[in-house]
């Protein structure tokens, strides 16, 4: 084989395997002398990657951890189980790798063949993901889209559908997605309304990048996650007031974290009171997701919808 860059290529993939390599049985795999072996490995080494060398009469090569990560190549099949992994996962948001797993996924799917998108694609479409249900399902697509566009910094067209249901185009220069555990939120500059604004990416529709470059603005707030916090908190707030009949263990362990914890009131109750920013729909359904029985004290439309939401339970029941 005397072309360099396929030949350092095939060397590279025969060292990802995990195993050692003796240099003769490189050699012999590759047609090519020891010698050219070893030139190789040195020049696989200049481009970071960290091949380490065994001594003795056979000598062998083997790839190891080093102390930054080394572009890895991947055959078709390892491809799509990593995008369709990504893909998976991507649509909830998972603390701590949220924004990580966007971005892989981004990079892995601009270049993906258009084969293996494919299989990709009717792979996920033929899947059922098990997901705990906290937040909106979001298309893969629309999160790498975004995440393409403020990566590239390029402004960013999507329809928008507001908290009361108005539909809007919006023209954005996209800064950074943000997860908060239980939906994403897409933090950009608004052009037409010269402001930042946030934005659910669950109610955000037919994203493309326009191509047209921007140069990115200054965050009026330290931060992406701080102007989103900003922005939340001026959102209409509940106080939560509810009383179980069960362990401030229990029941902690089966509420978000967006609800807080509950405190301890005598043997076997505890009492939850939280400001929340979430609708009462869906505290309503959190609260009985708990799994014992449980007192509604305030806010007064909470205690009506649960109250409704009971009624409509006992008449969703066969009668006996």
């Known amino acids: ?186 933090v950009a500059y608004d052009i037409a309304r010269e402001d930042w604004r946030t934005f659910r990416v669950d109610r955000v529709s037919e994203p493309f990048a326009t191509g047209s470059r921007f140069v990115p603005r200054e965050l009026p707030t330290g931060s992406a996650t701080e102007l989103l916090g900003h922005t939340m908190s001026r959102q209409p707030a509940h106080n939560i007031d509810v009383t179980f009949e069960a362990p401030a263990a229990f029941v902690s362990a089966r509420l978000p974290d967006t609800l807080g914890a509950p405190e301890t009131t005598g043997e076997g109750t505890c009492r939850l009171r939280a400001r929340s920013t979430d609708s009462l729909e869906w505290v309503a359904l959190r609260l009985a997701l708990v799994d014992c029985e449980f007192m509604v004290h305030g806010p007064p439309p909470l205690v009506q919808y649960v109250t409704d939401l009971g009624a409509r339970l006992v008449r969703a029941t066969p009668v006996r």
């Not at 390599?21 to 795999?29: D, I, K, N, V, Y």
């Not at 601009?110 to 997901?131: D, E, F, K, M, Y």
């Open 1 to 186: 084989m005397t072309d360099t860059p396929a030949r350092l290529l095939n060397l590279l993939s025969l060292l990802q395997t995990p195993r050692e390599w003796p240099g003769s049985e490189l050699a012999e795999r590759l047609e090519v002398s020891p010698r050219t072996i070893r030139r190789d490995i040195d020049r696989l080494r200049d481009l970071g990657y960290p091949v380490e060398a065994t001594k003795g009469a056979v000598g062998g090569y083997r790839l190891v951890a080093g102390a930054a990560m080394p572009p890895l190549l991947l055959d078709d099949e390892e491809a799509v189980a990593i995008a369709v992994g990504l893909r998976a996962g991507a649509g909830h948001a998972i603390e701590g790798i949220e924004e990580a797993s966007v971005r892989a996924l981004a990079k892995l799917e601009q270049v993906l063949p258009s084969r293996l998108r494919h299989r990709v694609i009717t792979l996920q479409a033929a899947t059922i993901p098990l997901t705990r249900g906290d937040g909106a399902r979001i298309d893969p697509h629309t999160l790498t889209a975004i995440a393409g566009a403020a990566t590239g910094q390029e402004r960013l067209r999507f329809g928008y559908r507001a908290g009361d249901g108005t539909e809007t185009k919006r023209q954005v220069e996209p800064y950074r997605l943000v997860s908060t555990g239980r939906r994403w939120y897409l």
